[in-house]
């Protein structure tokens, strides 16, 4: 088994080769989730979509900060994304790793 190395440590950095076919059929199958998510979100009620919303970007949030060997409370990233997204929460005082991270997500979602 080899070692895990991260992008900026690989031999070729920062001058990748990629094999397009390769990629293709992965390519394919994000168009046809993406556009199955699209199609579904579209009958979902505003409220409702708002909480998915904060639902993804939580999951993501958290699988980002595992990648860095972090583990975040989800409970806060969740409160903390919805008070991002300007939506109803409970007024307590969250971490500053959860709030960081979530305040990532929403600027990434709404920009």
């Not at 409702?48 to 919303?53: V, Y």
């Not at 993501?60 to 595992?66: F, G, L, N, W």
């Not at 989800?74 to 409160?79: G, H, L, V």
């Amino acid at each position: 088994m080899t070692a895990f190395k991260w992008n900026w440590q690989q031999d070729k950095w920062p001058n990748f080769t990629f094999d397009e076919e390769t990629l293709l059929g992965l390519e394919l199958a994000f168009i046809q989730f993406s556009a199955m998510a699209l199609g579904a979100l579209k009958h979902v009620s505003n409220d409702k979509k708002d909480l998915l919303i904060a639902e993804v970007l939580s999951d993501e949030a958290i699988k980002t900060a595992e990648i860095e060997g972090e583990y975040l409370n989800r409970d806060s990233i969740q409160e903390s994304i919805k008070k991002n997204l300007g939506l109803a929460v409970e007024n307590r005082k969250l971490p500053a790793a959860e709030f960081g991270i979530s305040e990532m997500m929403v600027n990434l979602y709404q920009t």
